[in-house]
């Protein structure tokens, strides 16, 4: 076969950015991100480095280590006094913010994964696997979660960290997989999905490769939602004492505080600090989701 | 001046490439019913530019996609070489028919994935022939058919397709299709959304295919000038149902159904329409 | 009306603006419909987004002046656009689908009463339904879709009753931007045909139609202004301009308008290389020259100048170097030039 047609003229306009050096598309790359992003993920960076590299730092191995009596004052010592055990409350926030981090992840891994597989199937499928799958997940929703959380809470012997996690994963899923329906049955009617139909492709890469792909940056969002809500969900259940077994948590700590009336006594470095920084973990991680969508969604920003 | 191109399809009189028997798709249940494509029926020969014309909803776009067997029809035949291909299910058993039958789709944009490149698109489509090539094959193929459509290989392969004009995705989709070298190709509204002198030059690409290939073209479109322009024959679709059909001269030069009477009489032209219609003034149908 | 040197561009996040519309001048007789015909990307729509002051945010006006019969000139730069207090009666903007986007459980009526209430709050409803009824008509529309909600009227009703409540109040210009472009052709050919009513009514004394479908202008605009790029490169009574195009792109574009007539069967008709440049960006000389059948060397490097009305104020250095040689310019012929049908 042979040119048989005059040849297209290259447009040379239409990219005005390919040749530009890699700083400078890193700098065009960065800069459509706002100052409220950069706070959010400062902020959410120092809540992680508090949590992971902290206990390296203080350089306390056993967080339960006894360091003097009851609900002593804040002092050069304790910096933020010690709990109704007599054990240092700094350090027990550090371990404690790393627990509910750890268990806030892994729930938001597991809940976005089932959420994804569920809705997408149920999404590009259409018809009685979208009834049926989307009719499981309205069971699920309308179950009160917290319910179902106490019941598996106390059915559980060993509540290790990663059972929890797994407990709050697999009640928490549903939100993600219908707003993940909702989007995959959009972009499934999109003509490259049929292009790629009509080269052979099967189902599944279908799913994976044409669909997928234009859900990335909502599915980073959702799992940013899930993983705010696992870790105020563990903090719910570690406050009504079915939290994680033989560990710490912002919610254990809060536990304790309140049974061993911290707040009669006028203890306040028991139960203020872990109120903060649940407060703190769950504002930065809410800013990083709204800049994202501030990002990934122009028509936002344009207002 | 350029000698005008010779229209005579080149025939294969003895039997029709493409036939399609009463072909229907209903959607919806039985309250909510709308039938989409209703009991249509034509046959296409080997080398022939058919347009089928409709507006939007008249279920034009509907039979493309059972054509392209990415629907699934309600009742009726679609057959191709002599085997109804209705009857093949899932996209394994369909391959060689996609070898056979392949599209163009209206907007070049949504037609590609934004998350790879132009090659990796052509590459798969290059696997559906089930050939296995070595990457240097593989690059020689992808290069040929690019030319053809007037694309430079170069810039065109490893570029996604938010680096490339409507114009040259367009071609690139058609290239696509000229990969696994099909029998039929279809155009589904695949200049519609280009500008009017782009347009032309998409046109002029399938024309040639027929030319100097004997590619079998079915032009899907609302325009009926465009129509005019490239086809043999002229299809009419109207709610669903075909209401004419015939060489190109026939159906515009006397049209029998009243709807596209109404349709060469609408149109607009340079000159003005011929002759003032007051009947367009009266207020649409409220529904 | 008069419209001088219009300038916007759109801010972007990073690189420079986009410059939509760059130094647009025209002129508009009571009683006049002017056509303004352009490929994607050329600014037509943006130049009536300045025009109706209904532009997004990161639309600016860098400079223009706006006349309009006896009120004194605005400064379009400075004012950030057309008075929003003008919008509806002395502006009005018919967008390409009206109502689409808008509340769907506010009937037709609520929109005439909407429109009619922003100019004059004292007016009751029954009066403004009384107005817009008696309007439809004398236009022969059932008022009785006053009534309706906007999805339970075919896409062609919904535009013609959109017109007809755009102006009511009979604003000075009706600004409408690719109005047709989501119909078919018979509804297309309903709202023609009663915009040119109104017109002859007096409900409508001027309107600025912008469109890519010249073929469909040239039944409806008694002048027409060809885009490319931002600028308006021909001018010229609508006849002047269809039959005898002066500026290469004019030729390029009614060149390859296709119709259904039989002389086009089996033509090759080459239309143009390439695509509209990148506003951010523009070519040097004239815009129009990487992609032009007609080229030479002082287009690359040096902006054309604008001819007499003769040669429909093309600006165009070949129309140019062609007329002081005393050749003819105008004309299109399809598949006889060459120069025109095929493409470098």
Not at chain 1, 67 to 93: I, K, M, R
Not at chain 1, 273 to 280: A, C, D, E, G, V
Request: with cysteine; net charge negative.
């Amino acid at each position: 076969m042979s040119t048989v047609l005059p040849s297209a003229a290259p447009d040379a306009a239409i990219d005005p950015d390919a040749k530009s050096s890699i700083l400078g598309r890193l700098h065009r790359w960065s800069s459509q991100f706002s100052p409220r992003f950069w706070f959010a993920l400062a902020l959410t960076l120092a809540v992680l480095f508090f949590g992971f590299v902290g206990p390296y730092l203080t350089g306390v191995e056993d967080p339960d280590q006894i360091v003097g009596g009851l609900y002593l004052e804040p002092s050069a010592d304790a910096w933020l006094g010690t709990d109704n055990f007599g054990q240092d409350v700094f350090t027990q926030l550090i371990y404690g913010t790393r627990t509910s981090l750890i268990i806030g992840v892994l729930a938001g891994l597991i809940a976005t994964l089932i959420g994804v597989v569920i809705g997408l199937s149920a999404g590009f499928y259409g018809g009685i696997v979208e009834e049926a799958l989307m009719g499981v997940t309205n069971v699920v929703i309308t179950i009160p979660s917290i319910v179902v959380l106490i019941l598996l809470a106390i059915a559980i012997d060993s509540r290790s960290i990663y059972a929890i996690a797994l407990i709050i994963g697999i009640t928490s899923w549903p939100w993600t997989a219908r707003a993940v329906r909702a989007q995959a049955s959009s972009v499934r009617t999109r003509e490259h999905v049929d292009l790629a139909r009509l080269t052979g492709a099967n189902t599944f890469s279908l799913m994976v490769f044409e669909v997928l792909p234009y859900m990335l940056s909502y599915i980073v969002m959702a799992f940013v939602l899930q993983l705010t809500s696992s870790i105020l969900q563990e903090a719910a259940l570690s406050m009504l004492g079915l939290g994680p077994s033989g560990s710490i948590s912002l919610g254990i700590m809060l536990f304790w505080a309140l049974l061993w009336e911290s707040i009669r006594t006028g203890a306040w470095w028991a139960f203020v600090p872990p109120t903060i920084f649940l407060t703190l973990i769950a504002f930065a991680l809410l800013l990083l989701q709204s800049s994202l969508d501030e990002v990934f969604n122009p028509r936002l920003r344009e207002s | 001046m350029k000698p005008a191109e010779s229209t005579v399809p080149q025939t294969n009189a003895s039997q029709p490439l493409l036939e399609v028997r009463h072909l229907t798709k209903v959607f919806g249940t039985r309250e909510t019913e709308v039938r989409a494509v209703d009991d249509v029926s034509f046959t296409v020969r080997q080398g022939e530019i058919v347009a089928i014309v409709g507006e939007s909803g008249s279920g034009k776009s509907t039979l493309a996609r059972m054509l392209l067997r990415l629907s699934e029809p309600t009742s009726g035949e679609i057959i191709m070489d002599g085997r109804d291909v209705t009857e093949i299910k899932g996209s394994k058993n369909l391959k060689p028919y996609w070898r056979e039958v392949q599209g163009i789709f209206q907007n070049p944009m949504a037609s590609f994935n934004q998350f790879y490149s132009v090659g990796r698109v052509l590459r798969k489509t290059l696997a559906l022939t089930g050939e296995k090539y070595s990457k240097a094959e593989e690059r020689e193929k992808l290069s040929e058919a690019l030319k053809i459509v007037g694309l430079d290989p170069k810039d065109t392969i490893p570029k996604g397709a938010h680096q490339l004009s409507g114009g040259q995705l367009q071609r690139a989709m058609i290239a696509r299709a000229l990969l696994v070298d099909p029998e039929i190709l279809i155009a589904d509204e695949s200049t519609s959304a280009l500008d009017a002198s782009l347009r032309v030059a998409i046109l002029n690409v399938l024309k040639e295919l027929r030319d100097r290939l004997g590619m079998t073209v079915l032009f899907i479109t609302h325009d009926i000038g465009q129509a005019n322009y490239i086809a043999d024959r002229v299809f009419v679709m109207y709610q669903g149902e075909m209401v004419e059909q015939g060489a190109v001269d026939e159906v515009l030069g006397n049209p029998q159904h009243e709807y596209t009477q109404r349709l060469l009489a609408d149109v607009p032209r340079l000159g003005g329409w011929g002759t003032e219609d007051e009947s367009a003034l009266e207020p649409a149908s409220i529904g | 009306m008069q419209v001088q040197d219009v300038r916007a561009y759109y801010e972007t996040r990073h690189g420079p603006p986009i410059r939509a519309v760059d130094g647009v001048t025209l002129d508009l007789d009571h009683g006049e419909i002017l056509g303004i015909v352009g490929e994607s990307g050329c600014g037509k729509s943006t130049l009536a987004a300045v025009l109706s002051a209904s532009g997004p945010p990161n639309l600016k006006i860098a400079s223009g002046q706006l006349t309009l019969d006896d009120r004194e000139t605005v400064d379009l730069a400075r004012s950030g656009g057309t008075p929003r207090e003008w919008r509806g009666t002395v502006v009005s903007l018919l967008p390409q689908r009206a109502l689409n986007s808008l509340n769907p459980t506010a009937r037709i009526g609520d929109y005439a009463y909407d429109v009619v209430r922003a100019h004059d709050e004292k007016m009751r409803k029954r009066e403004a339904m009384e107005l817009a009824g008696g309007r439809m008509e004398q236009l022969g529309l059932p008022s009785r879709v006053l009534d309706h909600y906007p999805h339970q009227l075919s896409g062609g009703m919904r535009q013609r009753v959109v017109t007809v409540i755009a102006t009511l109040l009979n604003p000075t210009v009706l600004i409408a931007d690719e109005p047709t472009s989501a119909l078919d052709v018979s509804s297309q050919k309903a709202l023609i045909l009663m915009m040119d009513e109104m017109m002859k009514e007096g409900m409508i004394s001027r309107i600025i139609f912008i469109t890519h479908d010249l073929a469909l202008l040239s039944n409806i605009a008694n002048r027409v202004a060809v885009m490319y790029a931002g600028e308006i490169v021909e001018i010229g009574t609508t006849r002047e301009v269809v039959r005898r195009p002066e500026h290469p792109y004019s030729k390029a574009l009614i060149g390859s308008t296709l119709e259904p007539d039989p002389e086009q069967r089996g033509q090759v008709i080459h239309g143009l290389q390439g695509s509209s440049p990148d506003m951010r960006n523009p070519p040097p000389g004239c815009r129009f020259h990487p992609r032009c059948p007609y080229v030479m060397d002082v287009c690359t490097h040096e902006v054309p100048p604008r001819m007499d009305p003769e040669h429909n104020e093309a600006t165009c250095w070949w129309v140019k170097k062609e007329a002081e040689q005393g050749h003819e310019t105008g004309g299109i012929n399809r598949a006889t030039d060459e120069r025109v049908a095929t493409a470098p």
